[in-house]
T-cell receptor, first 116, second 113 residues
Framework: GAVVSQHPSRVICKSGTSVKIECRSL??????MFWYRQFPKKSLMLMAT?????????EQGVEKDKFLINHASLTLSTLTVTSAHPEDSSFYIC????????????FGDGTRLSIL | AQSVAQPEDQVNVAEGNPLTVKCTYS??????LFWYVQYPNRGLQFLLK??????LVKGSYGFEAEFNKSQTSFHLKKPSALVSDSALYFC???????????FGKGTRLHILP
């Protein structure tokens, strides 16, 4: 089946650091990628949707300048959490889908971000 | 606007018994419906989808789901539960022209040995 690789799986860093998370589709072309945030025992909160080569569409309440998303190719999207603070600590998950409305999203294994 | 509801936070089933995880949806136009499973500290794994065709959809690990248009439901089922089925299950819907999927809040399934 389709494989999405997310890296790193875990990050622990000091407050004020910027952190980059990568999401790669390994065996298909991801025309659309999604970034989610998941709080403990909660559902996924969609942060933004990105299409290859264009600017990401952010959901209401998500700071564009805080969470920078780049989708430069059909196999790679990155999320950069800029000047991270403890309240940004969370589980971040990416997903990718190919062209076609009937295509499912395939998810990475997530990144556990802990800001000290 | 599209939405999806999973009315149960948690479902407990004895091993070997049939299981059902409920999901209802609201969407304009024809729905695209999905079920995903999440194990601890992992991303979501795709189980099955309904796009069109037979109302009973078969997916991975012996799971199936029944699409019911009149009740706007898409319940997940399995005839005989395994302890390894214990996980968090998400129902999701995509509808209209929007490409994004909306997820339910999730249902934690506990299979008791």
């Amino acid at each position: 089946g389709a494989v999405v690789s997310q890296h790193p799986s875990r990050v622990i860093c000091k407050s004020g650091t910027s952190v980059k998370i990568e999401c790669r589709s390994l065996d298909f072309q991801a025309t659309t990628m999604f970034w989610y945030r998941q709080f403990p025992k909660k559902s996924l909160m969609l942060m933004a949707t990105s299409n290859e080569g264009s600017k990401a569409t952010y959901e209401q309440g998500v700071e564009k300048d805080k969470f920078l998303i780049n989708h430069a190719s059909l196999t790679l999207s990155t999320l950069t959490v800029t000047s991270a603070h403890p309240e940004d600590s969370s589980f971040y998950i990416c997903s990718a889908k190919g062209a076609g409305v009937d295509q499912p999203q395939h998810f990475g294994d997530g990144t556990r971000l802990s800001i000290l | 606007a599209q939405s999806v509801a999973q009315p149960e936070d948690q479902v407990n089933v004895a091993e070997g018994n049939p299981l059902t995880v409920k999901c209802t949806y609201s969407v304009s136009g024809n729905p695209y419906l999905f079920w995903y499973v999440q194990y601890p500290n992992r991303g979501l794994q795709f189980l099955l989808k309904y796009i069109t065709g037979d109302n009973l959809v078969k997916g991975s690990y012996g799971f199936e789901a029944e699409f019911n248009k009149s009740q706007t439901s898409f319940h997940l089922k399995k005839p005989s539960a395994l302890v390894s089925d214990s996980a968090l299950y998400f129902c999701a819907v995509r509808g209209g022209r929007d490409d994004k999927i909306i997820f339910g809040k999730g249902t934690r399934l506990h299979i008791l040995p």
